[in-house]
């Protein structure tokens, strides 16, 4: 009987585009798994997860002129200063393995996000949110 409510249950749950293609992936059928998340994204072109997976499977392959075209979409749909079109070009970049250009997109990526909150731990600790008898010495000379 129990088995027979699961099964009833299992029934009922549909996979995400993202789900499906991860699925299609695993059995060696990525093809596949691009075209579903092409046609997703031709319906639903702000599916970020989507986008992100096309990317990174177009990576894989080595198409990397398809996954920078996907990166400029990407970032056109998210919002300005968003680490995540350069942090994906990263990841596009190491599964074509080209690490040197993988490193410099997540440089970029990372690397204004690190700013900004280096910018923030130093305004917390100028308007003593963030109490300074905390940091070492030289760590306080540095701030001020």
């Known amino acids: ?75 056109a749909r998210v919002k300005s200063g968003d680490p995540s079109p350069e942090i994906e070009l990263g990841h596009a970049y190491e599964l074509a393995h080209k690490f040197d250009e993988a490193l410099a997109a997540y440089a970029l990526g990372y690397g204004d996000q690190v700013e900004k909150d280096y910018r923030s731990f130093r305004e917390a600790v100028r308007s003593g949110r963030l109490p300074s008898e905390n940091l070492p010495s030289d760590m306080e000379t540095a701030i001020r």
Do not use: N
Request: charged share 30%; proline share 4%; hydrophobic share 45%.
């Open 1 to 75: 009987m129990r088995w027979l409510v699961l099964l009833a249950l299992s029934s009922c749950v549909t996979l995400s585009p993202v789900d499906q293609a991860l699925s299609l992936s695993r059995q060696e059928r990525r093809s596949e798994a691009e075209q579903l998340l092409k046609k997703d994204l031709a319906e639903h072109p702000d599916d970020i997860p989507a986008r992100k997976l096309l990317i990174r499977f177009y990576g894989f392959d080595g198409d990397l002129g398809a996954a920078q075209a996907q990166v400029d979409e990407l970032r």
